[in-house]
């Protein structure tokens, strides 16, 4: 599987995480989406850009920011979770000539996993609980992104270094 290598996945499936490993891993470039997004949008996080500018306008910056440079010298992008969701994203991914890699867990692994972050720097996406709308998410979600996705990687029951670890055999094998 060649270079560039986009993760895409629900929040707390490990995309920011085990891309910026696979990329140090690698000594490759490594750029997260939502930092350019929220940039874009003169924000210092994704969750101010949210908040600040509504969804409508954050997924048309994340469309934006598919093509920007510092993306497309990137090696490892890790996706927002949102990012197939986005109007033209999924022909823009498409078009990237990326290995569009889907980080796949289920709404019990992400509850857990998020629970055990600061859901302050999570906002809601439906208006609910950011823990209770996960199962909604991963409905709506999961068929675009296994649609998307060259690669499957379930990371249910696995750690990073398990996952980290199958990630560099993907990429490293001919």
């Known amino acids: 599987m060649a270079l560039p290598i986009y993760l895409l996945g629900l929040r707390g499936s490990g995309k920011s995480t085990l891309g910026r490993s696979l990329a140090t891993r690698l000594r490759v470039l490594f750029v997260d989406l939502d930092d350019v997004t929220a940039s874009l949008l003169k924000c ?3 969750a101010e850009a949210l908040n600040t ?7 048309a910056a994340e469309l934006k920011a598919l093509s920007s440079p510092g993306v497309m010298r990137a090696k490892v992008v890790a996706l927002g979770g949102g990012t197939p969701t986005a109007p033209g994203a999924p022909d823009a991914l498409r078009k990237s000539k990326a290995t569009l890699v ?4 289920t709404p019990e692994t992400l509850r857990a ?6 859901l302050a720097s999570r906002p ?3 208006g609910a609980d950011v ?11 999961d068929p675009i992104y296994l649609a998307l996705a060259d690669e499957v990687v379930e990371v249910d029951g696995k750690d990073e270094g398990a996952i980290l670890a199958a990630l560099v055999e993907m990429v490293t094998r001919p």
């Open 44 to 46: 210092v996080t994704p």
């Open 53 to 59: 500018h509504g969804q409508a306008a954050f997924r």
């Open 102 to 105: 889907y980080l796949r867990a």
């Open 113 to 118: 996993r998020l629970a055990a972050t600061d």
């Open 124 to 126: 809601s996406l439906s």
């Open 131 to 141: 823990l209770t709308e996960i199962d909604a998410v991963f409905e709506r979600r």
